[in-house]
Every structure is written in C-alpha cells, then in structure tokens.
C-alpha cells in the first residue's frame, strides 16, 4: 500500500491496510482559487475493494480533491492516475432534473452511460434506492433526502470499479443512510474501491478502511480509525481523550496539528 | 446528443406556461412593431372651434365666390375633429387629455383673407406635458396648414390669371351681378392701331399713340408669361423623389419580415441560453462533462435545439401573416434558408450568454436586454443622427444577428438585395458566438 502524507504516515506505516492493486494514484496534488490554497501537495492511494474516508473540517479541500479524482476540476500541479471511465461520481449537490421523473432521469443517464441494459439497470436502482413506488414522481417534488438518493442512484449506474462519493448521506435520514450504506458495502465487497467525503466521523469510523484527514487543503492524516485514535493518545499535548471516542480523537489530533 | 435533445423536448414539453409565453411574447411584441411601423400614426383627436359665422365662410374674389372651409378641406383631413363651441372649451379639452390639440378659426379669418391687408391667423394650442404627443401635433397641425394654404394661394393664382386674362384680351365681366364690358389690351391695341393710320406720319400725335401701342403689346406679350409666374409663386419649390439605394419592398413585406426576425431573435436567445444555464443550474454539467458527452457536443446539442425551435415557430409565424399580407410564395424556400442562418447565429450567442451568465434568470434578463436595444438600432434610418453615431449603431448592430437576419430575410421574402452577404455574415456570426461560448464554458464546472 502506499502511503500518502508527511507526519501522518509514521502512524499507519507498520499496519497495512487496504488490499488489492492501485486503481486511482493522485500524487502532489495543488490547487489555487484565486490566493487561497485549496490543496497543498496532496497525494493519496486507492487500492481495489477499498473504502476510504475523508475527513476533516469546513473549506479543508475535501470536495476539491474529489473533484480532481473524478475528472472534473484540473489541478494546478501534480497528476492523477485512472482508468478512463472507470471511476463513478456522486456530487455533493444533487445533480438530477428536477423537471424529469425519477424513472426518466435514471433511464437518460443509463442511456448516457450506454448501459446494456437500460431496464434491468434502472430497476435496479430504483430497488436500491426505495423509490420504486416513486419512479414517476418529478425528482423537483421530491424532499431533498429522496433527490440525494436519485442522485447516487445516477453515480453508481455505469457500474465502475471506482465510486466517489461527495457527503453520500448529508441529507438521508438514519434508515436510508443504512440502506445506502449498505448498498456501497456490497459494492466494496465485490471490488468496487470507494472513496467518500463525509462531515459524519461515525460514519467515517464504522465503514472506512482507511481514512484521510485534510485540514486546510494540507493531508495531515491517512490511516485506519484505530491508528488516528492511538496518534492522540500518544501526544500529551493533544488534551484528554477516552479510548474509543474517534470524534473527539478526531478533534484533538486537529487541535494537536494546529488547526 | 440524441438522449440530451429528448430531454430537453420532454422538459419543454411539462412547462407549458414558459413555451407559451417563449412564443406568445416575441410573437405579439413582433406584430405590434409590424403594424405600427406598417400603418403609420392615426390621426390626432383635436378640438375644433370654428368662430366663423355660417353666413361668412365664403369671399369673393374678382367676381367669383370661394368657400374657404373647402379649400381648407387638407387640414381637417388629417385630423380627427372634435367640435367645441368656444374657444374656453376648446382649451379645457386639451388640459383634460380629451384631446391632443385645439384649432381656434377665429370669426374674422374670410374678413382677412377678403381684404388681404393682413394674413389671416389661426390658433393652435396643444399640450405640451408629452414631448412626443406635442411634436406630432404640432408638426401635422403646421404641415396641414401649409397645405390648406397651398390650396388657397392656387384658387387665388387662377383667379389673378382670370383677370389678367381679362385685362389682356378683354371681354365680359360679372361684378355683383352687373355686367361690364372690359376692353382689355389687346382690342385697346387693335383700336390705337386703326386710330394711328389717320394720323399724319411725324406728327406729334401719331408718335405718342404708337408708343401707347407699343406699351399695350409689351404688356399683353408679358402677360402671357404671368401663368408661369403665378404657379410658380404658389409652388415655389416642388419634390422629385427618386430612390437611390435599396429595392422598394412595400412596407407591409416588411414589417412581416422584421416580426420574424423579432420572434426569431427571442425565441432562439432565450432557448439556448436557458437550456445551456438549466445544465449547470441543475448541477448536471459536470457529471455530463464526464465523459458522457464533450462540452462542444453539448453546445452543438442546445444550439440544435433552440434553432430548429424557433426556426418551426418563426415559418409557422409567417404562414399565418401571409394570410393577411401579400407574401411571394415561391420563394418560401429562400425563407426557410433565411430563417434557419439567422437562428443558428442567435443560437450560438444565446449559448454565449449562457456560457457567460452561468444562471437561467439572469441569461433570460440578458436576452431580453440585448434584444430590445438591437431590435431598435436596427431600425435607427441614415441620416435621423449624427454620422459618427450611425457608423456606432451600423457597428454594433453588426456585431449582433438581429440586422443581418433582417437583411437576410427581407432579402429571401422581398427578393431586396443578395441574400448571400447577410447569410454569410451569420455564418461568421455563428462561429465566432460558438468559440466565445465554448471558451466561456471553462468557467461551468466551478
């Protein structure tokens, strides 16, 4: 495995972690808007199967560097390695039409991504989502729970090795984070490498392999949960930490790196 | 490109009340622009107050009786009389807004002209709280005038050459129904001559009548030019129209050739530069961009779609106006030519705005507010401004499509001009809008 980050790696370099070959490289990654730093000589691996969180605090860069991964911004310097066409993408902010059916934007994008079989695809999703008995309603009438769950639907259809996903479970409710949740577990069980941003650091606790911490466009932090926790108990300096609280490690290893 | 263009279709399709007001709109600003340009003002409601008494309306002039009122009759032509009694009343219904101006005939105007000591004066008062209003009446009030005064100064120029007539041939004359016989120059010659032959030749008397015989055929002689004279007087300076530049498209041709150019013009902005902010607005542009289609596909895809739209509503729109205006049917072909140059053009400067404004609303406000200054500068004639500003309002509006599709169609419809040039500055108007949106595209994805 590679390991990516400066003082971070110390503390995963002797607990390897994800599994199978590299299937997106990103390496020294900057990004500018304007004067501000976005990111700041980011590197990162992922690895075939694996889930991958990361975190970190408002404006760290972390939508950023998704959108770097998945193509769709360039960065100012560095490279990124990756299967064209093989990584899916999920936004952060819902990108479906709000004027089309649920069913109907499921079908263009299958149609768009040129999927075999367009039917059989958009039952599926549709099974996935729970939006069956909602197929022919507008995306625009739906609440914004329902529309996120349209707009992965529409990130997971072409069906690629590599799934990105911008803040997955930001508006769901607990039942249908699971039900999603779920869903990207058996994904990841069957290969797919998944790479998530996520403000939820239960979330990133329960089903990250791996997680990256980026605080003002800088990676300060890869490693597993377990390793994080331990990187602040070891630091007197970080402030006082119950064993197994990842929060609150989370906050203190932020506070311990200046941020 | 063929899913995104159902899409779009479908999407059209479930907001009927934005098709209808995307077509309703341009369609009815186009027909109004049309028929106020095609039938010209109407005329102005202005008060009328005759002070002339019933018994006073007519002179007499050499013997003969002139009704002035029907001499007058251009100046009420052109106006839409509403009598008042007085001349208070008259002035209460222009500061009312009941009418635009008032005409006062004051009681001593035949006097006058009986006389002819002094001209005679009508009043005109108008409101002057509306420029505009106030000009137009102003100017056909004056301009009627000058016209009824023509027709007066013509009825008096026959009646001088009558007299003169008289006084240079002689012959009968009825004044206040006696007869008189003029003798008239040219039987007081004849006499002269028959007296002059009695006379011894050298003598005293003989020369002094041949100098009167000589003056009497001077003067008839010069008389016979007064005719000339005389008209001219009434006319001094007459209009030879002829027409230098551009064939003569009747106005009505080419009005319907401005409402279509209008309608494309709306239709085509507010289509492609809608549909193009729509995809980011709604957050799909990148996920399109992704490989699912080329940022140029998806230009081409909108431009398609807003031209063949406005393209069906702009022919569908003269079809209908044909049935109240004579059109040249046989070149419908050359309009559908026309037609199609001039919404590829707009298409690819809707998508520009766009491209530019990012946003649905504020590139629908950017069509609407490019389209109305361009639809104007287009219709600004040479010569009604100063010429370094005309050559700034040729300028920009060709640097716009609005001109060269008026050009274009005006050409295909009423065969006016080559059809090739405007089409070809389209065709350069369509690439260059296409880069500029294309380049602006950079900016969607952030």
Not at chain 1, 143 to 170: F, K, Y
Not at chain 2, 61 to 71: A, F, K, N, P, S
Not at chain 2, 76 to 99: H, Y
Request: hydrophobic letters at 50%.
């Amino acid at each position: 495995m590679q390991r990516v980050g400066d003082p971070a790696t110390a503390a995963s370099r002797d607990t390897p972690i994800a599994v199978g070959a590299a299937v997106v490289e990103a390496t020294g990654l900057n990004k500018s808007f304007r004067d501000r730093a976005a990111l700041r000589d980011v590197s990162l691996t992922a690895h075939r199967g694996e889930l991958v969180a990361i975190i970190g605090p408002n404006g760290a860069g972390k939508t950023t560097l998704l959108s770097i991964l998945a193509g769709i911004q360039q960065p100012d310097s560095g490279t990124v390695s990756r299967a064209p066409g093989e990584v899916g993408w999920v936004p952060q902010q819902a990108a479906v039409y709000g004027k089309l059916t649920v069913s109907e934007n499921l079908r263009l994008f299958a149609r768009l991504e040129r999927v075999a079989d367009v039917d059989a695809e958009v039952a599926k999703m549709l099974a996935l989502t729970g939006l069956g008995d909602r197929a022919g309603d507008p995306v625009g009438v739906l609440s914004g729970g329902n529309r996120q769950r349209v707009n992965i639907a529409i990130g997971l259809l072409g069906g690629q090795p590599v799934l990105l996903l911008d803040e997955p479970s930001a508006a769901l409710d607990p039942r249908q984070r699971e039900r999603v949740w779920e869903f990207v577990l058996a994904l990841a069980a069957e290969g797919t490498s998944v790479v998530y941003s996520t403000h939820d650091i239960q979330e990133a606790e329960r089903h990250a392999e791996r997680v990256l911490v980026l605080a003002d466009g800088e990676l300060i932090f890869t490693g597993s949960p377990c390793e994080l926790e331990a990187a602040v108990e070891k630091d007197p300096q970080a402030g006082a930490t119950s064993s197994g609280d990842f929060e609150r490690a989370f906050v203190a290893y932020l506070r311990q790196r200046g941020h | 490109m063929r899913w995104l263009l159902l899409k779009d279709l479908r999407i059209l399709r479930r907001s009927p009340l934005l098709v209808a007001l995307l077509v309703l709109y341009p369609i009815v600003i186009a027909t109004l622009i049309g028929f106020a340009l095609s039938r010209g003002p109407d005329k102005p409601k202005v008060a009328l107050v005759n002070l002339v008494p019933e018994s006073a309306t007519q002179i007499e002039l050499g013997g003969e009786r002139i009704d002035v009122t029907r001499q007058a009759g251009p100046l009420f032509r052109a106006i839409d009389p509403v009598r008042a009694k007085t001349r208070a009343e008259a002035i209460e219904k222009v500061r009312s807004g009941d009418v635009l101006g008032a005409l006062i005939i004051p009681e001593d105007t035949t006097r006058k002209l009986q006389t002819g000591l002094e001209p005679a004066t009508v009043e005109v008062f108008y409101n002057a709280e509306d420029p505009v209003k106030a000009r137009f009446v102003r100017d056909t009030i004056k301009s009627q005038v000058q016209d009824a005064n023509t027709a007066l100064t013509k009825k008096f120029s026959e009646i001088a050459l009558q007299f003169l007539e008289l006084i240079s041939t002689g012959g009968e004359y009825d004044f206040l129904g006696r007869e008189f016989d003029v003798l008239g120059l040219q039987r007081s010659e004849q006499i002269l001559r028959g007296v002059v032959s009695d006379l011894p030749p050298g003598s005293r008397a003989r020369t002094q009548v041949e100098s009167v015989i000589g003056f009497a055929k001077l003067a008839r002689d010069n008389l016979g030019f007064s005719d000339d004279v005389l008209s001219s007087v009434g006319s001094p300076i007459r209009v030879k129209q002829s027409q230098l530049d551009g064939d003569a498209t009747p106005l009505s041709s080419f009005a319907v050739a401005l409402a279509g150019a209008i309608s494309l013009m709306f239709i085509t902005l507010l289509l492609a530069a809608g549909a193009l902010a729509l995809e980011r607005e709604e957050n799909v542009f990148p996920r399109l961009v992704r490989g699912l289609v080329s940022p140029t596909g998806l230009l081409l895809e909108k431009a398609v779609l807003a031209a063949v739209c406005s393209a069906v509503v702009c022919m569908l729109m003269l079809a209908g106006l044909g049935l109240f205006v004579d059109l040249r049917w046989e070149r419908a072909g050359l309009w559908a030519g026309a037609v199609v140059a001039g919404a590829l053009a707009f298409a690819a400067l809707g998508l520009a705005i766009g491209a530019v404004t990012r946003e649905v609303r504020a590139a629908s406000l950017m069509c609407v507010m490019l389209s109305l200054p361009l639809t104007f500068l287009a219709l600004v004639p040479s010569g009604s401004v100063s010429p370094v500003l005309f050559d700034v309002i040729r300028a920009i509006s060709a640097a716009f499509p609005f001109k060269p599709t008026l050009n274009a169609l005006d050409a295909a419809m009423n065969d006016n001009g080559a059809l090739w040039a405007p089409v070809g500055h389209l065709a350069a108007q369509f690439a260059g809008f296409a880069a500029v949106s294309r380049l602006a595209m950079r900016r969607f994805s952030s």
